[in-house]
């Protein structure tokens, strides 16, 4: 949830922006690349993140009348939302139980609780029931994602993710690439290209070693795949990545 300025995330050619009291949700995990829109010093960017606990999710769903679904298992994995008063209320109080840690053992579930409680009464609550439904479309191509991002360096094997989703592989292929707008090869890519980034950047790998410990058999492959993702060659990216690290983390 943006609380202030904005921010904008590329998911292969979606880009999807999202403004103070808007959240971005994530049913899936999906490889995008986020920037800044709107920060200065006097109004830096403030954001906060909230993991949602599906066990929990599913209790509070249990209690409510069962939410429609219809046409909530298809399209995009990624979506924003409008964040109205009372949820962000909850979200507020949420943020405040930093302040008071003797209090969150007591009142973190109940907040969370109530949380769930708004997401599935609002506006999107057919989507997020879905993430509640353990053979739901998402939740089964979820499966497979989570086995693809956990060893992502190994080649894809399009039946064995299938296998994974409960599904056929015209199936699979269909609801994959709905969910995430991408092939699993392209998906597949997306990991390879920014764990290699963050390995240069954050520990200052060269870009051989990054290539091959991402799954890279040629490193010259590697680099014009980065350049078509980022812009620019992946040491002139890590450089600039490091250098304004350095910049920001200054005294």
Same mark, same amino acid.
């Given at each position: 949830?943006?609380?202030?300025?904005? @921010?904008?995330?590329?998911?292969? *050619?979606? &880009?999807? *922006?999202?403004?103070?009291?808007? #959240?971005?949700?994530?049913?899936?995990?999906?490889?995008?690349?986020?920037?800044?829109?709107?920060?200065? =010093?006097?109004?830096?960017?403030?954001?906060?993140?909230?993991?949602?606990?599906?066990?929990?999710? !599913?209790?509070?769903?249990?209690?409510?009348?069962?939410?429609?679904?219809?046409?909530?298992?298809?399209?995009?994995?990624? /979506?924003?939302?409008?964040?109205?008063?009372?949820? #962000?209320?909850?979200?507020?109080?949420?943020? %405040?139980?930093?302040?008071?840690?003797? $209090? !969150?053992?007591?009142?973190?579930?109940?907040?969370?609780?109530? !949380? /769930?409680?708004?997401?599935?009464?609002? =506006?999107?609550?057919?989507?997020?029931?879905?993430?509640?439904?353990? $053979?739901?479309?998402?939740?089964?191509?979820?499966?497979?994602?989570?086995?693809?991002?956990?060893?992502? &360096?190994?080649?894809?094997? !399009?039946?064995?993710?299938?296998?994974?989703?409960?599904?056929?592989?015209?199936?699979?292929?269909?609801?994959?690439?709905?969910?995430?707008?991408?092939? =699993?090869?392209? /998906?597949? @890519?997306?990991?390879?290209?920014?764990?290699?980034?963050?390995?240069?950047?954050?520990? %200052?790998? %060269?870009?051989?070693? #990054?290539?091959?410990?991402?799954?890279?058999?040629?490193?010259?492959?590697?680099?014009?795949?980065?350049?078509?993702?980022?812009?620019?060659?992946?040491?002139? *990216?890590?450089?600039?990545?490091?250098?304004?690290?350095?910049?920001?983390?200054?005294?």
């Amino acid at each position: 949830m943006v609380v202030q300025g904005a @921010k904008s995330v590329m998911l292969g *050619d979606v &880009a999807l *922006d999202y403004r103070a009291m808007q #959240a971005l949700v994530a049913s899936v995990e999906l490889p995008g690349v986020g920037r800044v829109l709107e920060a200065t =010093p006097e109004r830096p960017l403030l954001v906060m993140a909230l993991e949602l606990d599906v066990p929990l999710l !599913i209790e509070t769903m249990r209690q409510l009348p069962p939410a429609p679904t219809s046409g909530a298992d298809h399209g995009l994995g990624l /979506y924003v939302v409008d964040v109205g008063a009372p949820l #962000a209320d909850c979200l507020l109080r949420l943020l %405040n139980l930093l302040g008071a840690p003797q $209090e !969150i053992p007591m009142l973190l579930p109940l907040l969370l609780r109530e !949380i /769930y409680f708004r997401l599935l009464n609002g =506006p999107h609550r057919d989507k997020f029931a879905t993430l509640g439904l353990p $053979e739901s479309r998402t939740r089964r191509v979820a499966d497979a994602l989570h086995m693809l991002r956990c060893d992502f &360096a190994r080649p894809v094997r !399009i039946d064995e993710l299938a296998v994974t989703a409960g599904m056929s592989v015209s199936s699979f292929h269909h609801h994959f690439k709905q969910l995430t707008s991408m092939t =699993p090869l392209q /998906y597949q @890519k997306q990991l390879r290209l920014l764990e290699a980034k963050r390995l240069m950047v954050a520990e %200052n790998a %060269n870009v051989t070693r #990054a290539a091959f410990h991402v799954g890279y058999e040629s490193a010259s492959q590697f680099s014009r795949e980065y350049v078509r993702m980022f812009g620019l060659t992946p040491r002139r *990216d890590a450089l600039v990545a490091r250098t304004l690290y350095r910049m920001h983390a200054a005294p």
